[in-house]
């Protein structure tokens, strides 16, 4: 018996990936049906096959059953998944034994004669036969990890805040495990391995990982009229109470605001350099009103100068989609028209500003808009994997039921997620940092990294250049190239064009 981790497999050996696709028989009328070809037709694409949907058995051998019964026994090495009958999301789970999240559904599908590789509650994933050998599983596994890859459950309305806010706690997220690990790569890498003419390319897949640097700039400027005008207000307070330290710091930055005309936020041109040899995507704010305050106007030339240096230096730049708008298609493409004619180059890249998006409504309409590829889904409170993947992977839209051509590139890690400028404890930050790198390389994913700008104001953010530095330098030592979202997006569309 060869091992996988926990998991004994039957003896076989190793071979070479195939260039044949993916070969998936289910139940069409399944109403889940569409999300779960998508998921499979995205993994199969990770592996650089192709998805291959019979319309009956007698087209031959399949690799994955789905919701067809077993009235007869498949011919080779197969999966073998119940369907479930409705289009709802899972609402809840158990775990496996050795860890894995599953479902909590009704009754056990029965026994499986052969080796029991997990259970729980009765139910069994296992493995039986001997030339020819199929794994079952008691469980729809397939809708589960598409339920969580496509944010299935965030479309009903009791999770709507949680939805538009990325609050994990609020959601069920922590159950599933999202904050710790890529639950959804980890099944269906294992489940796909499991299949002796697959079991290659998945082995081969670390070595695809990459590294994406990303920047949202939603302050560019610290001191401004209003700014000026409220520390003026303070400064007879902060007197008072003897807070003279905080007071000289204010009053010196904005001397040398004043003097040199270098905002302590306009730190780009000092990460650019950091940076060289790689490159980043950077989101800016098209319109500086945000739901909160105003942050800045893009159309001014102190701004503007921001973006056409990351346009010379062969940065990306993207959209920092506004709350405000995320229902909004219209003013989606009036955001995205304006960055375009003041960057005088298209804009296809988003991150929707606070992660806060409207499942219904933002990603139809940032498509609509020419947008391609968009890094929205991460949490505001944990880094994590809120798809349970750390791969990009076009979206499919739970609303019209249809895959779309929108690439969506998961946010994973930011530093605002655990970063406490008053307890600032740099080693605490590296582990952190290296726990969420691993979990996304592991098997290949994209470590998508975000730092705000004004976190590298050392005034404010003590130590947080010396951890972008050491993150570089991390990902050089494992040899992570950059991800390129727009070109993974032109091939993902070759390989696959969206219906």
């Known amino acids: 018996m060869q091992t996988r981790g926990s998991t004994p497999l039957p003896d076989t050996l190793p071979l070479p990936p195939s260039p044949e696709?993916?070969?998936?028989?289910?139940?069409?009328?399944?109403?889940?049906?569409?999300?779960?070809?998508?998921?499979?037709?995205?993994?199969?694409?990770?592996?650089?096959?192709?998805?291959?949907?019979?319309?009956?058995?007698?087209?031959?051998?399949?690799d994955v059953l789905w919701d067809m019964g077993l009235p007869a026994k498949p011919d080779g090495a197969c999966l073998v998944f119940?369907?479930?009958?409705?289009?709802?999301?899972?609402?809840?789970?158990a775990r496996t034994r050795s860890g894995y999240p599953v479902p909590l559904s009704g009754r056990p599908l029965g026994a499986h004669k052969g080796g029991?590789?997990?259970?729980?509650?009765?139910?069994?994933?296992?493995?039986?036969?001997?030339?020819?050998?199929?794994?079952?599983?008691?469980?729809?596994?397939?809708?589960f990890c598409a339920d969580i890859l496509f944010r299935r459950a965030d479309h009903h309305p009791s999770r709507r805040r949680a939805a538009r806010e990325a609050?994990?706690?609020?959601?069920?997220?922590?159950?599933?495990?999202?904050?710790?690990?890529?639950?959804?790569?980890?099944?269906?890498?294992?489940?796909?391995?499991?299949?002796?003419?697959?079991?290659?390319?998945?082995?081969?897949?670390?070595?695809q990982a990459r590294i994406w640097l990303t920047h949202d700039l939603d302050n560019l400027a610290k001191w401004r009229p209003r700014s000026v005008a409220g520390q003026i207000l303070r400064t007879p307070g902060q007197l008072a109470r003897g807070r003279f330290a905080p007071l000289a710091k204010a009053w010196s930055e904005i001397a040398g605001r004043a003097l040199t005309g270098k905002d302590p936020y306009d730190v780009m041109d000092q990460i650019l350099r950091m940076?060289?040899?790689?490159?980043?995507?950077?989101?800016?704010?098209?319109?500086?009103?945000?739901?909160?305050?105003?942050?800045?106007?893009?159309?001014?030339?102190?701004?503007?100068?921001?973006?056409?240096?990351?346009?010379?230096?062969?940065?990306?730049?993207?959209?920092h989609g506004q709350v405000h708008f995320i229902s909004d298609?219209?003013?989606?493409?009036?955001?995205?028209?304006k960055m375009e004619r003041l960057a005088g180059a298209p804009v296809r890249l988003n991150r929707q500003?606070?992660?806060?998006?409207?499942?219904?409504?933002?990603?139809?309409?940032?498509?609509?808009?020419?947008v391609r590829v968009d890094s929205t889904l991460?949490?505001?409170?944990?880094?994590?994997f809120r798809t349970g993947t750390a791969f990009p992977y076009l979206w499919f839209d739970c609303r019209t039921d249809k895959p779309t051509g929108l690439l969506e590139t998961p946010l994973i890690l930011g530093e605002f997620q655990f970063y406490q400028p008053q307890s600032f404890d740099p080693e605490m930050v590296d582990r952190t940092i290296g726990k969420y790198l691993d979990a996304a390389t592991r098997q290949g994913g994209v470590f998508t990294v975000l730092f705000h700008n004004n976190y590298f104001h050392e005034g404010d953010f003590p130590g947080q250049s010396a951890v972008y530095s050491r993150l570089l330098a991390l990902a050089g030592r494992r040899g992570l190239p950059d991800f390129d979202p727009l070109g993974t997006h032109a091939r993902y569309l070759e390989s696959d064009e969206p219906g």
């Not at 369907?83 to 809840?92: D, M, S, Y």
């Open 82 to 93: 119940p369907g479930r009958p409705h289009a709802e999301a899972e609402t809840a789970c």
């Open 275 to 319: 940076e060289t040899g790689r490159r980043s995507a950077n989101f800016f704010l098209a319109n500086g009103r945000d739901h909160l305050i105003h942050r800045y106007d893009l159309a001014r030339p102190r701004f503007r100068r921001v973006m056409l240096d990351c346009l010379r230096q062969g940065m990306d730049i993207g959209l």
């Open 378 to 384: 991460g949490y505001n409170d944990s880094p994590g």
């Open 116 to 143: 029991v590789l997990e259970a729980v509650d009765g139910l069994s994933l296992a493995w039986e036969g001997a030339e020819g050998w199929n794994l079952h599983s008691d469980w729809d596994l397939l809708s």
């Open 21 to 62: 696709p993916l070969r998936f028989l289910g139940n069409r009328a399944n109403p889940n049906y569409a999300a779960v070809a998508h998921l499979l037709r995205t993994y199969a694409r990770h592996l650089g096959m192709a998805l291959h949907e019979a319309e009956t058995a007698a087209a031959g051998p399949v």
């Open 329 to 337: 298609p219209d003013a989606i493409n009036a955001e995205k028209s």
């Open 167 to 207: 609050i994990s706690l609020d959601q069920w997220d922590r159950d599933f495990g999202l904050t710790e690990e890529p639950w959804v790569d980890r099944w269906m890498f294992r489940l796909l391995g499991a299949l002796p003419r697959l079991r290659a390319a998945v082995d081969a897949l670390p070595a």
């Open 353 to 370: 500003h606070y992660l806060r998006w409207d499942p219904a409504a933002t990603f139809a309409g940032l498509e609509a808009a020419g």
